[in-house]
């Protein structure tokens, strides 16, 4: 199946199989608005809250404790959720209009570095590239700008349903490579044109297929659209993937994919990926042969295509389909023996039945948010098993899937090796059902979180399995006079794999990464410690801590000196001395702070200036009381004006040093006087001295840009407004024309954004707040509509 249909009809707006929504009936609402079960008694089920909506992806960051997000076209989000389970935050941090990927499918997390993946759209001339980017992650949880790591040539789209386009991101199992998907372009290998602009075209070399780069290369990657020279390049890890639009590991380091099928009823595949494999696409699909390629093929009487088919047409007697090469040999997709998802079509009888040979899920269930417990952190009856997630709800309530398989569900996948072979089977059994939309999870030691496409998120607790490893060091001697040489060495207990050491000293982390570490430049009092990071394959992690050992070290005479880390308040003062025994800091000559009742050990050497003046330090250490050189700290600036030269221009009172921000968020590279306004939102400024210091943001100014076209609000018709949760957009003279749709709040702030929408579309709100609004509809060519909106 192809998701994409949803997102020219209802703007859902990613693409992996098709859900028809049209003709559905209000119940059908109701039906999707039932809270989900669990179907097991041993794990809970909760609703954590919601992030945006057209949420494609949701991975986790194990180093700052959030999630990121994103919405199919490109927008980055960063998720907080609290201690207890509950939604904490959503925080904007990457827009598509900084990256350009406006079909964003593909989101991992590893090693404070976030990847995303996509295609870069054009559509004036139907082709797309697909590219693969990076956005380091700071220990501090700011993001900076995407770096390009990949990049294809243009290749070309075929403009209908079919352009699965760049979507899985996964690590090998080393963690020195990228895996990344590219779906095919077509249903099941028909000719897709384009109105003739792609004659005769199928397939490209770019399509149908799994990549495969080096992690961290120092140039960016360029894909040529030429079979050959990718075959050469080693890019190539597998082909004749129809849409694989998960990837993820076992504990065994095997890598799994979960591909969605055509509009044909043919089976959902799970299958083990190799390199340089060939997995059967177009000429076998979910272990049934595609009939198109059959010299005999009648599709009027094929009972696999189903009656609510989208576009029947490209099912045909097409005696020009590409004949199977000599030199291939499929591999097969792994059996699922039931009990659960293992529905097939009678192809004499039309009549669906449940077997235990399925190859691999029921047709249309559209299997995705595939994971795995790979480091056994679950306990039985889950440890070390796979999970997936369907999409489709059962009935046509979404698209295909037939009544008889319910769908919208969590599964677990149990895998069994065949007997005297490396084959697996699988049993797949449904754990939790009800859910609306199911498109993506992330495992999080025993907590998973399912994500919705409309943004809500649940969190599903299972019984936790094994202990953490250990981690113990030893040093060669704990007291040494200054200059001595002292070793340390880190044992590992109950490891999972290979670790990666940390060595730290005083809680800063050091340029040593191995089981060992050595120094001739400790000094009294300094702890040592070394942590190990265990890494999941979907680049998570944990961090376990050892013991500490503090050294005595009998220390050289140091002059003591005051330092300081900037001109202004706010700035850190040092004091570079021996181990200090008593401190006394001092501001314009009176006493501001003295230790004299501190256990030397508590005692810090630096101090942040609250307040301009001369500072300076007395110190009491072994050899003696010393005095510190002075330093003189300044007053920070007075936070500027901002005044209005014009509606769209903005003024510093401050000639020079400003820097301009939008919506808390900082417009590098404007720091100008004036501002030219391009966008609704809030706006201000901070001003820097010659001196280098900086004050505080001045008050914000509130720009709302509006236009509007009254005289075609006479052919759109809202209903209802003021509404509850949906409302219904119709036009009465233009029907087939598709706008996008954005709806701000009266202060001019964007809140939502859908694109394609055209007349009868029902758009959900149920999840933003009651209030008045402003909805605009735009395109190139019929310009600008808006209207004023109300939810109860």
């Known amino acids: 199946m192809q998701f994409t249909l949803r997102l020219w009809i209802i703007s859902i707006l990613f693409n992996f199989c098709t859900h028809s929504f049209l003709g559905q009936e ?3 609402f109701s039906k999707l608005l039932e809270p989900p079960i669990i179907l097991t008694n041993d794990i809970q089920l909760k609703y954590v809250g919601a992030t945006s909506g057209n949420i494609v992806r949701i991975v986790y960051d194990s180093t700052n404790k959030v999630f990121y997000t994103n919405t199919f076209n490109g927008d980055v989000y960063r998720v907080s959720i609290a201690n207890d389970g509950s939604f904490n935050s959503r925080i904007f941090i990457q827009a598509s209009t900084t990256h350009k990927i406006g079909r964003a499918q593909g989101l991992l997390w590893f090693k404070n570095m976030l990847y995303l993946a996509g295609n870069e759209v054009d559509d004036l001339n139907k082709r797309s590239k697909g590219r693969v980017i990076k956005f380091p992650i700071n220990k501090d949880g700011n993001w900076e700008s995407p770096q390009n790591i990949l990049t294809t040539e243009y290749y070309s789209s075929s403009n209908v349903l079919f352009d699965h386009n760049f979507s899985a991101l996964c690590l090998n199992k080393t963690k020195d490579s990228l895996l990344i998907a590219s779906g095919s372009r077509t249903d099941h290998g028909e000719v897709k044109d384009v109105n003739g602009k792609y004659p005769n075209l199928r397939e490209d070399a770019l399509t149908s297929k799994i990549f495969i780069i080096p992690l961290n290369s120092t140039k960016e990657i360029i894909l040529k659209n030429d079979y050959n020279d990718l075959k050469s390049s080693g890019y190539i890890f597998s082909e004749g993937v129809r849409n694989e639009f998960d990837i993820a590991y076992n504990s065994k380091g095997e890598i799994f994919g979960v591909e969605n099928n055509g509009d044909r009823d043919d089976p959902e595949e799970l299958n083990l990926l190799k390199k340089g494999k060939h997995y059967g696409f177009p000429w076998v699909m979910g272990g049934n042969t595609n009939p198109q390629q059959l010299s005999s093929y009648n599709p009027n009487t094929d009972l696999l295509l189903p009656n609510n088919l989208y576009n029947r047409a490209i099912f045909y007697n097409d005696p020009t389909f590409p004949i199977i090469p000599k030199d291939i040999k499929f591999e097969e997709p792994i059996i699922n023996i039931g009990p659960d998802a293992n529905w097939v079509r009678d192809p004499q009888t039309g009549k669906f039945y449940q077997i235990k ?61 065949t007997a005297g072979s490396s084959t697996y089977q699988i049993s797949v059994k449904r754990i ?5 939309d199911l498109v993506d999870a992330v495992l999080v030691d025993n907590k998973m979180y399912l994500l919705q496409n409309d943004g809500g998120i649940y969190e599903v607790t299972f019984p936790l399995n094994r202990a953490k490893p250990t981690i113990s060091i030893a040093s060669s001697s704990n007291s040494i006079v200054i200059g001595d040489k002292v070793e340390f060495s880190a044992i590992v207990k109950d490891n999972w794999e290979i670790p990666e050491y940390s060595w730290s000293v005083n809680g800063k982390e050091i340029n040593n990464y191995t089981s060992n570490f050595s120094s001739t430049s400790l000094a009294n009092g300094d702890v040592v410690t070394c942590s190990i990071k265990n890494y999941f394959e979907d680049g998570n992690q944990i961090n376990i801590l050892s013991n500490s050992i503090s050294l005595v070290v009998k220390p050289l005479f140091i002059q003591p000196s005051l ?36 256990d030397p050990a508590k005692i810090e050497n630096f101090i942040l200036a609250q307040a301009a003046g001369v500072y300076m330090a007395e110190i009491t250490t072994v050899y003696g009381s010393y005095s510190t050189n002075s330093i003189e700290i300044l007053d920070i600036p007075k936070a500027p004006i901002i005044s209005n030269e014009s509606d769209l ?28 306004v391009l966008k609704s939102g809030n706006y201000k400024l901070k001003y820097k001295n010659t001196l280098g210091c900086t004050s505080d943001f001045s008050k914000e100014k509130n720009i709302l840009i509006l236009g509007v076209n009254k005289e075609k609000n006479e052919y759109l018709v809202i209903s209802p407004n003021p509404f509850n949760s949906f409302f219904k957009i119709e036009f009465k003279e233009i029907e087939s024309i598709k706008y996008d749709l954005l709806l701000f709040d009266l202060t001019g702030k964007l809140i939502l954004t859908k694109k394609f929408v055209r007349s009868g579309d029902i758009i959900d709100l149920s999840y933003i707040p009651s209030g008045n609004f402003i909805l605009r509809l735009k395109n ?13």
């Open 649 to 676: 221009i903005l003024v510093s009172s401050e000639k020079w040093g400003n820097q301009w921000y939008y919506e808390n968020s900082i417009l590098n590279g404007d720091t100008l006087q004036k501002y030219k």
């Open 563 to 598: 330092v300081k880390s900037g001109n202004c308040i706010g700035s850190r003062l040092s004091v570079n001395s021996n181990p200090i025994l008593k401190l006394i800091w001092k501001k314009d000559g009176k006493e501001i702070y003295n230790s004299a009742n501190l």
């Open 780 to 792: 190139e060519l019929d310009g600008s509509i808006e209207v004023k909106l109300t939810k109860n």
């Open 432 to 436: 939790a059902s009800g859910f609306k």
């Open 26 to 28: 209000k119940n059908v």
């Open 357 to 417: 040979n399925i190859a691999s899920f029921t047709s249309h269930r559209s299997p995705l948010g595939l994971l795995f417990d790979s480091k056994n952190q679950l306990a039985s009856p889950y440890t070390s098993d796979g999970f997936v997630l369907a999409y489709s709800t059962g009935g046509g309530a979404s698209g295909y899937l037939n009544a008889v398989d319910q769908g919208a569900d969590l599964c677990q996948i149990e895998f069994i090796k």
